[in-house]
């Protein structure tokens, strides 16, 4: 009987990742819509070209090396199947043995699961710079940055806080990051800013006088379409950081999660659409969906313990965030397209500190020496190999490029053809 529980358990909690992970894999096309949606028409090529190439360079230099660093993980390459950290030894025995001796009752799920829901994540950390660097950096340093980010700089952070490498300062404070407010979103937000300090603003974007010219996406319809794919992915994102299923106590675990998850998204759209009408006088459709997103970061850090009325209000201090971010790295010439740095990056730093008011064990200093050490390690290693990139290849298109589009530089076809005049 015990062998069976522990064989349904090891089923359901390796089925549930897998449906999560797909979930979270969904979210690239989330993010392939926003940010091909907020770009000018112009450039939507080179931005789903992007968006589909990471993906697969971050599935194939994790399998190479990226989980070997962050979890020491190479016995996947060999095939080796593990179990809750049991490798097959060790499972054989524990289902070989009647009274179950050596489990614990804790997650119970296959090696290749685990490393599916973990590689999605390092492909949505990726994402996070596409948008921020659109319609002015050539295709192949982008790509070239992604292979680095993905195989190397995002694992090294990820081992220091999920995988438990020894880290002396983030371990003895216990950093607490429930699904990655900090890992993933900051992660990714420090390499886009570090990418856009060395690329520059698009041309256009800052007149001479001090005003910021307005610079609107082809296609906002697209955009709500990628932002309700992503609100729907994050299901997946935060509820399978639960790592297992089985069990009264962790199905109302994942229940709350999703509830959470949910209430945050819906308090960060309200805040970011009530703050934009009052501040521009106008209901703003991309300070909306950029709202909803900064709900879901600021809610992923922690999104088991709050009450949903609690989410709801993390979630709008999130979107009302993001509105503010926004505006001021404009006026600080940090031109970011689709918004992202201040969506995963400075609501992302927000999400870390609001841990602090549901989880009791959390610290101040330990979520703000976390905070830091993932900043300044992806800040300064992204900005090295975007030097690098530099001076080995360029990573800005001409002047003439941009205005032409990268669309025909880059990838040598428009994405809406009939929409030229011949």
């Not at 994540?121 to 319609?135: P, R």
């Not at 509830?259 to 970011?272: K, S």
């Not at 730093?349 to 830091?372: E, H, K, N, R, Y």
Request: glycine share 12%; net charge negative.
């Amino acid at each position: 009987m015990e062998n069976q529980i522990f064989e349904l358990q090891y089923a359901m909690d390796t089925f549930y990742f897998l449906i999560c992970g797909a979930l979270v894999m969904w979210m690239a096309a989330g993010f392939a819509m926003l940010e091909a949606g907020l770009v000018r028409s112009k450039n939507t090529t080179e931005i789903l070209t992007k968006n589909v190439a990471l993906f697969a360079i971050a599935c194939t230099m994790y399998l190479v090396c990226g989980y070997q660093f962050m979890y020491d993980g190479g016995y996947f390459l060999s095939g080796v199947t593990t179990v809750g950290g049991m490798d097959d030894a060790a499972v054989a025995q524990v289902l070989a043995d009647s009274a179950a001796e050596g489990f614990d009752g804790g997650s119970v799920y296959s090696g290749a699961s685990d490393f599916f829901f973990q590689v999605v994540f390092v492909a949505t950390a990726m994402s996070i710079v596409s948008g921020a660097v659109a319609e002015r950096m050539k295709l192949w340093a982008f790509l070239g940055f992604a292979v680095v980010m993905t195989g190397f700089i995002y694992p090294i952070e990820g081992g220091w806080t999920w995988g438990g490498k020894d880290v002396p300062l983030i371990g003895a404070l216990s950093y607490s990051d429930y699904a990655g407010s900090g890992i993933v979103h900051l992660a990714g937000a420090a390499a886009a800013l570090a990418g856009v300090i060395l690329l520059g603003p698009r041309k256009g974007k800052y007149k001479a006088d001090g005003t910021v010219g307005a610079i609107p996406g082809a296609n906002l319809p697209l955009a709500t379409l990628g932002t309700f794919i992503l609100w729907m992915g994050w299901f997946g994102f935060n509820g399978g950081s639960t790592l297992k299923l089985g069990g009264i106590a962790v199905a109302n675990e994942v229940a709350n999660v999703f509830l959470n998850t949910n209430a945050a998204a819906a308090g960060g759209l309200i805040a970011a659409l009530i703050v934009a009408r009052i501040m521009f006088g106008k209901a703003d459709l991309t300070m909306a969906l950029n709202g909803a997103l900064a709900g879901l970061v600021a809610i992923t850090a922690e999104p088991a313990d709050p009450t949903p009325l609690l989410a709801t209000i993390i979630g709008a201090i999130g979107g009302t965030i993001v509105v503010f971010s926004i505006v001021f790295l404009d006026k600080m010439k940090i031109d970011d397209p689709v918004g992202a740095i201040s969506v995963h990056g400075t609501v992302g730093i927000f999400g870390i500190f609001a841990v602090l008011l549901s989880d009791s064990d959390a610290t101040f200093m330990g979520q703000l020496v976390g905070m830091l050490v993932i900043f300044i390690w992806v800040f300064v290693t992204s900005l090295i190999v975007w030097f690098a990139l530099k001076a080995i290849m360029g990573v800005r298109v001409t002047e003439e490029e941009e205005d032409e589009g990268v669309d025909i530089s880059e990838c040598g076809m428009e994405a809406y053809p009939e929409f030229v005049t011949q």
